[in-house]
């Protein structure tokens, strides 16, 4: 069974720029994060989807991150314009469902994200 | 909020040596407890998982134990390998979804 792919695995942007991460998620699953990975810290969830709609996105600094999952499928975080502080890992995660049938957490699998430098 | 609180700073230690890294959680209700490895150059992986008061994970040789009464999930194992050198994140979930919520992690150093 094929993981969850992103790409690129590396981009170097200026600050202003704009940039675009893109997930695929394991095939069936319905629920996809992404995260963000800041140099020695763990990741911070940034936005959930279930299928194509979202279900929590209160950590995404709205103001320049966006983020859609068009067909309920791949999907694509973008930033516009990047600041230096968004340099970061952006790890994108599936899982089955958003919550077990058995009332129960549903492993999520990470991709192997997308190292972003901002100069 | 729903936070985990990791030891500070990275362990080293020798081949065959004891491992313990400690986790305390601050969550409403009951969450589920996970510990994330993420060795070089892969993706992040469940290690163990709990979920309820009392229980203990277990894989590979590391053990945690879900303690409600001081809000732990400390990793333990018994004699670590050069191939346990990764970075151990633990994390948690609250009741009700999915939301990850993890520490920040400790880098662990297995020398021969």
Same mark, same amino acid.
């Given at each position: 069974?094929?993981?969850?792919?992103?790409s690129? *695995?590396?981009?170097?942007?200026?600050?202003?720029?704009?940039?675009?991460?893109?997930?695929?998620?394991?095939?069936?699953?319905?629920?996809?994060?992404?995260y963000?990975?800041?140099?020695?810290?763990?990741?911070?969830?940034?936005?959930? !989807?279930?299928?194509n709609?979202?279900?929590?996105?209160?950590?995404?600094?709205?103001?320049? !991150?966006?983020?859609e999952?068009?067909?309920?499928?791949?999907?694509t975080?973008?930033i516009? +314009? %990047?600041?230096?502080?968004?340099?970061?890992?952006?790890l994108?995660?599936?899982?089955?469902?958003?919550?077990?049938?058995? *009332?129960?957490?549903?492993e999520?699998?990470?991709?192997?994200?997308t190292?972003? #430098?901002?100069? | 909020g729903?936070?985990?609180?990791?030891?500070?700073?990275?362990?080293?230690?020798?081949?065959?040596?004891?491992l313990?890294?400690?986790? #305390?959680?601050t969550?409403?209700?009951?969450?589920?407890?996970?510990?994330?490895?993420?060795? +070089?150059?892969?993706?992040?992986?469940?290690?163990?998982?709990?979920?309820?008061a009392?229980?203990?994970?277990?894989n590979?040789?590391?053990?945690?134990?879900?303690?409600?009464e001081? #809000?732990? !999930?400390?990793?333990?194992?018994?004699?670590?390998?050069?191939?346990?050198s990764?970075?151990?994140?633990? %994390?948690?979930?609250?009741?009700?979804?999915?939301?990850?919520?993890?520490?920040?992690?400790?880098?662990?150093?297995?020398i021969?």
């Amino acid at each position: 069974e094929a993981g969850v792919a992103q790409s690129p *695995r590396y981009k170097i942007i200026e600050k202003r720029q704009s940039v675009a991460f893109w997930c695929n998620p394991i095939s069936g699953h319905a629920t996809l994060y992404w995260y963000q990975q800041i140099l020695g810290q763990g990741p911070k969830l940034l936005i959930q !989807f279930q299928n194509n709609g979202v279900v929590d996105d209160s950590q995404l600094p709205k103001d320049r !991150f966006s983020a859609e999952r068009l067909k309920g499928v791949d999907s694509t975080l973008k930033i516009q +314009p %990047a600041k230096l502080e968004d340099s970061a890992v952006y790890l994108c995660a599936s899982s089955s469902s958003a919550w077990g049938q058995g *009332r129960s957490y549903n492993e999520q699998f990470f991709g192997p994200g997308t190292r972003l #430098t901002v100069l | 909020g729903d936070s985990v609180t990791q030891m500070e700073g990275p362990v080293t230690l020798s081949e065959e040596a004891f491992l313990t890294i400690n986790c #305390t959680y601050t969550a409403t209700g009951y969450p589920s407890l996970f510990w994330y490895v993420q060795y +070089p150059g892969e993706g992040l992986q469940l290690l163990l998982k709990a979920t309820k008061a009392d229980d203990k994970g277990s894989n590979k040789g590391f053990e945690a134990t879900y303690r409600k009464e001081t #809000t732990s !999930f400390h990793l333990e194992k018994g004699s670590v390998q050069v191939s346990d050198s990764a970075v151990y994140f633990c %994390a948690l979930s609250p009741y009700g979804n999915n939301r990850l919520a993890f520490g920040k992690g400790n880098q662990v150093v297995v020398i021969p």
